[in-house]
């Protein structure tokens, strides 16, 4: 493995080529080796002192696990089946009576867990706008064990002040989890702001070709560390090693591809303001101002709202060909989304509703093309429904 002290220093574009690299000694193969291996030889029965099974430990995972834990400032990583997967783990360490404060603009998949999975085991939830950092606060109770967080929020792109929320947690000895998918940590680092537990669906920017699942868990309490090791290990959602390689490839672009996506994006919202049929735009550092909450960049999403109604809204996200209409999102490739009918589905419209995601919300996963070729098939899409 590569030695760690050696990068502890170094500036995170080049912990993100060299973090979690294997030297490989009998070949000297610089790119780390896939290990498909189930199972390893030990040396006596009950002999745990190296690998002894791949829901355990693989060394492709662990390259990977190693990599997530230095880039976010972390002490361990945690690699998972999906993002889902993670989070699931994370709740389980939770008990029947607890109750969660979570941000109420949040993935629709993480809405669907709480509410349809994890009520149906004894936790209670509540969702606040926690753009004011306040709300976290005041929603607490006296069995409150967790406040979870996205910033920037998907789809409105909301941020949330980790550091004042986190702030508060400490106060009232309630853990703070940030999903860190939208941001990555090239943009921002939420372990450094005070929250206990970071989660990415590294099938978005970390492995960034729309071509793996997977999901991550990185903490620095060792008390955290071994429990979500024990969960890990005992729910068995971990992640295979060959998507292990998929992602570590991805993450040696991660930073040239951040800020091609940021300067995408800043280019679409400057297009879209000058377009009459696009209410109003989310995106994070709008309008010239900086970006708040420590981040370095805006990152490469962007939402609009489409004056028309649900027909004007179908042509239009039908009509682009060069942004492909899919779920997901972080790829080079430009997506667009149309979260009512697709990510945030599952959510009933009336909660949609009152947390302002309508019916004429489009989302944009900016990605790495010609910034012309990206504004001129928004314009033709624009075009098609203004005729």
Same mark, same amino acid.
């Given at each position: 493995?590569?030695?760690?002290?050696?990068?502890?220093?170094?500036?995170?574009?080049?912990?993100?080529?060299?973090?979690?690299?294997?030297?490989?000694?009998?070949?000297?193969?610089?790119?780390?080796?896939?290990?498909?291996?189930?199972?390893?030889?030990?040396?006596?029965?009950?002999?745990?002192?190296?690998?002894?099974?791949?829901?355990?430990?693989?060394?492709?995972?662990?390259?990977?696990?190693?990599? %997530?834990?230095? =880039?976010?400032?972390?002490?361990?990583?945690? !690699? /998972? +089946?999906?993002?889902?997967?993670? @989070?699931?783990? *994370?709740?389980?360490?939770?008990?029947?009576?607890?109750?969660?404060?979570?941000?109420?603009?949040?993935?629709?998949?993480?809405?669907?867990?709480?509410?349809?999975?994890?009520?149906?085991?004894?936790?209670?939830?509540?969702?606040?706008?926690?753009?004011?950092?306040?709300?976290?606060?005041?929603?607490?109770?006296?069995?409150?064990?967790?406040?979870?967080?996205?910033?920037?929020?998907?789809? %409105?792109?909301? =941020?949330?002040?980790?550091?004042?929320?986190? !702030? /508060? +947690?400490?106060?009232?000895?309630? @853990?703070?989890? *940030?999903?860190?998918?939208?941001?990555?940590?090239?943009?921002?680092?939420?372990?450094?702001?005070?929250?206990?537990?970071?989660?990415?669906?590294?099938?978005?920017?970390?492995?960034?070709?729309?071509?793996?699942?997977?999901?991550?868990?990185?903490?620095?309490?060792?008390?955290?560390?071994?429990?979500?090791?024990?969960?890990?290990?005992?729910?068995?959602?971990?992640?295979?090693?060959?998507?292990?390689?998929?992602?570590?490839?991805?993450?040696?672009?991660?930073?040239?591809?951040?800020?091609?996506?940021?300067?995408?994006?800043?280019?679409?919202?400057?297009?879209?303001?000058?377009?009459?049929?696009?209410?109003?735009?989310?995106?994070?550092?709008?309008?010239?101002?900086?970006?708040?909450?420590?981040?370095?960049?805006?990152?490469?999403?962007?939402?609009?709202?489409?004056?028309?109604?649900?027909?004007?809204?179908?042509?239009?996200?039908?009509?682009?060909?060069?942004?492909?209409?899919?779920?997901?999102?972080?790829?080079?490739?430009?997506?667009?989304?149309?979260?009512?009918?697709?990510?945030?589905?599952?959510?009933?419209?009336?909660?949609?509703?009152?947390?302002?995601?309508?019916?004429?919300?489009?989302?944009?996963?900016?990605?790495?093309?010609?910034?012309?070729?990206?504004?001129?098939?928004?314009?033709?899409?624009?075009?098609?429904?203004?005729?």
């Amino acid at each position: 493995m590569t030695n760690d002290d050696s990068l502890k220093n170094k500036k995170i574009e080049t912990r993100l080529i060299h973090a979690g690299r294997i030297d490989e000694d009998k070949t000297g193969a610089v790119t780390t080796p896939i290990y498909p291996s189930s199972t390893y030889r030990v040396e006596y029965p009950g002999d745990e002192s190296g690998y002894v099974y791949s829901r355990w430990a693989n060394p492709t995972r662990q390259a990977l696990e190693k990599a %997530l834990a230095d =880039l976010e400032n972390g002490t361990h990583g945690f !690699a /998972f +089946a999906s993002g889902l997967g993670a @989070l699931a783990t *994370v709740m389980h360490l939770l008990k029947a009576g607890d109750h969660v404060v979570a941000v109420s603009d949040l993935y629709g998949g993480t809405h669907r867990q709480f509410e349809k999975v994890m009520r149906s085991f004894g936790l209670d939830f509540t969702y606040v706008d926690g753009r004011n950092p306040e709300d976290f606060e005041k929603a607490v109770k006296p069995n409150t064990r967790l406040f979870w967080l996205e910033t920037p929020t998907n789809p %409105l792109l909301r =941020l949330i002040d980790i550091e004042a929320v986190a !702030a /508060f +947690a400490n106060k009232h000895n309630i @853990l703070t989890a *940030v999903d860190n998918t939208f941001a990555t940590p090239f943009i921002q680092n939420p372990l450094d702001l005070g929250a206990d537990i970071v989660l990415h669906s590294m099938s978005k920017y970390l492995a960034g070709h729309c071509d793996v699942i997977a999901g991550a868990l990185i903490v620095k309490d060792k008390e955290l560390t071994e429990k979500l090791k024990f969960h890990q290990n005992a729910l068995g959602a971990i992640l295979g090693p060959f998507d292990s390689w998929l992602v570590l490839r991805g993450l040696k672009t991660l930073h040239l591809r951040m800020e091609r996506h940021s300067f995408n994006s800043l280019k679409i919202v400057e297009y879209l303001e000058t377009v009459p049929k696009v209410g109003k735009i989310y995106y994070p550092g709008q309008d010239g101002k900086p970006v708040p909450n420590k981040m370095k960049l805006p990152g490469g999403m962007v939402s609009f709202e489409l004056k028309g109604d649900m027909e004007t809204v179908r042509k239009f996200v039908t009509s682009t060909r060069v942004f492909i209409l899919a779920e997901s999102l972080g790829g080079v490739e430009s997506l667009i989304n149309h979260p009512a009918l697709m990510t945030h589905a599952s959510i009933p419209a009336e909660t949609r509703q009152k947390n302002g995601i309508g019916d004429n919300l489009i989302r944009l996963s900016v990605g790495l093309e010609n910034i012309e070729d990206l504004t001129a098939d928004l314009e033709q899409a624009f075009a098609v429904v203004s005729a």
